[in-house]
């Protein structure tokens, strides 16, 4: 996997837009069902090629919503992303 959407998501759908290889779904979609909207680990490229960071993370409202977590093997992944950072489910974006 590489980016996670916490249990603090809000629902507000800011971040499917947003996903350049649509890995995101909504509360209806998602396979674990929770009441939350989810990441397909096989799908996540963290934005690699596209964006300079993981670009539903930026338009998400909900600090720490969305964090790091180990990378699928044969994706890509940022090589920016400290590995602690991966195993504490850092946010993403921390203001």
Do not use: Q
């Not at 916490?6 to 909504?26: H, L, Q, R, S, Y």
């Not at 069902?33 to 930026?58: N, S």
């Amino acid at each position: 996997m590489a980016v996670t959407i916490t249990d603090i998501c809000i629902n507000c759908a800011a971040c499917i837009d947003e996903c350049p290889v649509e890995a995101i779904v909504d509360e209806d979609d998602n396979p674990t069902g929770e009441d939350i909207y989810y990441v397909y680990h096989d799908k996540c490229v963290e934005c690699v090629g596209y964006h300079d960071v993981p670009a539903c993370a930026e338009a998400c409202p909900t600090e720490g919503c969305i964090v790091w977590d180990e990378c699928v093997e044969g994706m890509p992944c940022r090589d920016d992303v400290p590995a602690e950072a991966r195993a504490n489910h850092a946010p993403v974006i921390e203001d």
